[in-house]
């Protein structure tokens, strides 16, 4: 008699409600083209708000450490990586139904594309299978490839074109990785590779091979050098709006699919793959904090320091076990409101258009609105790690994981980087506090995105002068189950 597995969906409600609204949206736009666009925001954050009940409903899950037969693993971990998206998805679902309505391209594609990228990157915070993670990451690369070219200018599409053809071989290159995992152990299960690699001596190179190819495919999608070179040209193209939620929650759900893999399946090789992550983090910061200097765009210039700040966290992931998963998570959750606030700002501003992400259009921006020159000041100042803000805690947290790891060199590297990042990031402020205003670049006015925007900023000041508010939350989420 053949035993059906037991079909556990409670720990993929989050999921579900996600991609339940979508289609309603999807359904709504089809049968009833005369509705508001609002309606449609209201059902995707409905959508989002159920999901985030029904995560923190499975903080308390009492069942086995998997479940949909060792599929998905239900944890704490799981369930923080969730609340961290959910957060990002509606603050996105806002900012991208402001932008678009502003410009003439809102569509209802718009909102289920953007709930069904972020089902994949929830999903994949709990996948307990290679196969799981290629899955997710497909759902989610697939709806961002969509969204970076909603827009009909000829930027827009060249991003997604860009992002498209390299998404593809990063995904080849991760898929062959998974069918060496399977060829080295008989299994895609993380539990299950982690079990067939621990004590083998010998036969160990088709492991190892299979470490090399899902390093690359992660290192493409964290953005970490030397795979990056699609991150400023997406960023740039892509509607702000766009690129403030694939900024933020693209890099959420790879670090965590990274951490759940590489400390689960692949940890018997650590000794193999601690030295390559050493490296990528290392040249990711240097990199990204140098070429951000060169940059006259603010969209570029944040698209560089995103690779830098994708090195930052690997650099507290060198440590071992929860000590630098806890950082890694405070670090993505102090990085998400950030660099989500931060492009909200920079679509406020760009009002007239994405022509207007010039450096030069924020001369003199106290003095057209202060509200904003504070606001960008304040994101600012959390990227480049300047107290009392979340970004200045999280560093202390990787780099104090770093050196408790014996990788101090690495951590060294980091606050010198960190030293010169803060010079382009000083450089926007001075722009906008001591220079005389720009030309034609009054920013958009409207009171309730500004509002929106501002909820990021509280978060920031926050987790930078609480910290403890969320740290014994994440060291609770920081043990993965398997």
């Known amino acids: 008699m053949i035993r059906t597995p037991a079909v556990e969906l409670s720990a993929i409600a989050p999921e579900l409600m996600l991609v339940g609204a979508g289609i309603v949206v999807l359904l709504g736009g089809v049968f009833y083209r005369r509705l508001e666009p609002a309606v449609f925001l209201f059902v995707s954050l409905a959508g989002v708000a159920g999901a985030a009940a029904a995560s923190v409903v499975l903080w308390r899950w009492d069942g086995g450490p998997t479940a949909l037969a060792g599929a998905v693993a239900v944890d704490r971990f799981g369930v923080a990586v969730r609340l961290i998206l959910l957060a990002v998805a509606a603050i996105g679902l806002y900012l991208g139904h402001h932008y678009l309505e502003r410009s003439g391209e809102l569509r209802p594609e718009f909102y289920a594309l953007l709930l069904f990228a972020t089902s994949g990157m929830t999903l994949i915070g709990s996948a307990a299978d290679l196969i799981v993670v290629f899955l ?10 969509v969204l970076t070219g909603f827009s009909t200018r000829l930027g827009s599409v060249e991003g997604s074109m860009k992002y498209f053809l390299l998404g593809a071989f990063s995904s ?8 060496m995992a399977y060829g080295a152990t008989g299994s895609t299960g993380l539990g299950d590779v982690s079990r067939a690699l621990a004590g083998r001596t010998e036969g160990t190179a088709l492991a190892v091979a299979a470490l090399g190819l899902l390093a690359v495919g992660f290192a493409f999608k964290v953005s970490a050098v030397p795979f990056h070179m699609w991150t400023p040209d997406v960023y740039q193209g892509a509607p702000t709006a766009v690129t403030a939620f ?19 399946a692949l940890q018997p090789l ?8 050493w490296g990528l983090a290392a040249v990711s910061v240097v990199v990204g904090s140098v070429l951000a200097i060169a940059q006259s765009d603010i969209k570029r210039m944040l698209a560089y320091s995103s690779i830098g700040h994708g090195g930052f966290v690997l650099t507290g992931l060198t440590a071992a076990g929860e000590a630098g998963i806890s950082a890694a998570l405070f670090y993505l959750a102090a990085y998400s409101v950030t660099i989500l606030g931060a492009f909200g700002i920079v679509m406020l501003v760009s009002s007239r258009g994405e022509r207007w992400t010039a450096l030069s259009s924020y001369a003199g921006l106290y003095r057209r609105s202060p509200l904003l020159a504070g606001l960008l000041a304040l994101f600012l ?24 790891a014996g990788a101090w060199p690495l951590a060294l590297i980091g606050v010198l980087a960190a030293v010169v990042a803060a010079a382009f990031y000083l450089r926007v402020v001075v722009l906008m506090f001591m220079q005389e205003p720009a030309e034609g670049t009054e920013p958009d006015g409207t009171l309730l995105p500004r509002l929106v925007v501002a909820v990021p900023a509280a978060i920031t000041l926050l987790l930078g002068v609480f910290p403890g508010l969320v740290i014994g939350f994440l060291d609770r989420a920081a043990v993965l189950r398997w």
């Open 246 to 264: 694939m900024s933020a929650g693209t890099k959420v759900a790879a670090f965590a699919a990274l951490i759940r893999v590489f400390n689960v």
């Open 270 to 277: 650590a000794w193999d793959w601690r030295p390559v992550v």
């Open 381 to 404: 100042f959390s990227l480049a790690g300047i107290p009392p803000t979340a970004g200045f805690v999280a560093k202390v947290n990787v780099f104090r994981a770093a050196i408790d």
């Open 136 to 145: 997710a990451l497909e759902v989610l690369s697939l709806s961002l490839y």
């Open 172 to 179: 080849a290159f991760f898929l062959f990785g998974v069918a």
